[in-house]
T-cell receptor, first 113, second 115 residues
Framework: GDSVTQMEGPVTLSEEAFLTINCTYT??????LFWYVQYPGEGLQLLLK???ADDKGSNKGFEATYRKETTSFHLEKGSVQVSDSAVYFC????????????WGAGTKLIIKP | NAGVTQTPKFQVLKTGQSMTLQCAQD?????MSWYRQDPGMGLRLIHY???????DQGEVPNGYNVSRSTTEDFPLRLLSAAPSQTSVYFC??????????????FGPGTRLTVL
């Protein structure tokens, strides 16, 4: 069945460092891909998405490119801030999953000043 | 738009008690779902609905009931609470489409403790 694999955390970086959080997927058909973020004590917010191959989603300085050839959707940011500390979830959605989101386990990001 | 709203924000129950977690959305979304999130874990789908009158089980449905009598509301009922149901519960909604408007919107969550 469809699945999402994320790199395990926590990931600890210093402020202004470059961030990559890896996400790979297995899916039949053509999934839409998402990154959600959960700040401490809050619900989940959509960070960015891509609906077809080679699409690049971007928001708040974060980017991810939908790579069909490598079945990946890695999250990147050039210079992280303390306020980026959160848990990041990669997810996919396909018609075959009856509109359900298939979630990765989440990656906790800790940014130190 | 209020988006997705959930009540209550916090709840403490005793083992064996029942209660209903409320979820409402004002975006005319066909698809609604309930997740639970446990410490150190991702989200697990409890139940979902693709439209009024239609519900289906997710990954962890035991001990929970749902109904969808209107497009706006999707309550989650705990029939007889157990300590294993201590968790944070999130409701989410979206359009029922594979197109560009297919992201899910989440409520703020309900933190439930069962003693």
């Amino acid at each position: 069945g469809d699945s999402v694999t994320q790199m395990e955390g926590p990931v600890t970086l210093s402020e202004e460092a470059f961030l990559t959080i890896n996400c790979t997927y297995t899916a039949t058909g053509y999934p839409s891909l998402f990154w959600y973020v959960q700040y401490p004590g809050e619900g989940l917010q959509l960070l960015l998405k891509a609906t077809k191959a080679d699409d690049k989603g971007s928001n708040k300085g974060f980017e991810a490119t939908y790579r069909k050839e490598t079945t990946s959707f890695h999250l990147e940011k050039g210079s992280v801030q303390v306020s980026d500390s959160a848990v990041y979830f990669c997810a996919l959605r396909t018609l075959g999953s009856n509109y359900q989101l298939i979630w990765g386990a989440g990656t906790k990001l800790i940014i130190k000043p | 738009n209020a988006g997705v709203t959930q009540t209550p924000k916090f709840q403490v129950l005793k083992t064996g008690q029942s209660m209903t977690l409320q979820c409402a959305q004002d975006m005319n979304h066909e698809y609604m779902s309930w997740y639970r999130q446990d410490p150190g874990m991702g989200l697990r789908l409890i139940h979902y609905s693709v439209g009024a009158g239609i519900t289906d089980q997710g990954e962890v449905p035991n001990g929970y009931n749902v109904s969808r009598s209107t497009t706006e509301d999707f309550p989650l009922r705990l029939l007889s609470a157990a300590p294993s149901q201590t968790s944070v519960y999130f409701c989410a909604s979206s359009y029922r489409t594979s197109g560009s408007r297919n992201e899910q919107f989440f409520g703020p969550g309900t933190r439930l403790t069962v003693l």
